[in-house]
């Protein structure tokens, strides 16, 4: 059975930094594409970062480029989410997620995690 549990969010202020953690298992990982998204109430959910299997190329959505970074220990079966210089804006549930292959959407992954909530404030 593949699990995925995110862990790390919190309530922050304006220009704090947080790293969020998920930790896998039922799953060899470094197989994996791994994904990051985020849904603010009243909005979709949206890519936050992806990653390939290899490191090569990650990719950022277009208000966290910069800001954020996401990273991956296969030894470990955990994925990361360094987020840095945080705004109010950033306030969302945060998932994890894994897939096939890199992809900014959604639906091309296939296991996610429970969610955690980053909240900022300003």
């Known amino acids: 059975q593949v699990r995925l549990m995110e862990s790390g969010g919190g309530l922050v202020q304006s220009g704090d930094s947080l790293r969020l953690s998920c930790t896998t298992s039922g799953l060899p990982l470094d197989n994996y594409a791994i994904g990051w998204f985020r849904q603010a109430p009243g909005k979709d959910r949206e890519v936050v970062a992806c990653?390939?299997?290899?490191?090569?190329?990650?990719t950022y959505g277009h208000r966290v480029k910069g800001r954020f970074t996401i990273s991956r220990d296969n030894s470990k079966l955990t994925m990361y989410l360094q987020m840095n210089s945080l705004k109010p804006e950033d306030t969302a549930v945060y998932y994890c997620?894994?897939?096939?292959?890199?992809?900014?959407?959604?639906?091309?992954?296939?296991?996610w995690g429970q969610g955690t909530q980053v909240t900022v404030s300003s």
């Open positions: 990653m390939a299997t290899n490191e090569i190329g990650p």
């Open positions: 997620a894994t897939g096939r292959s890199l992809s900014d959407v959604e639906g091309q992954y296939d296991s």
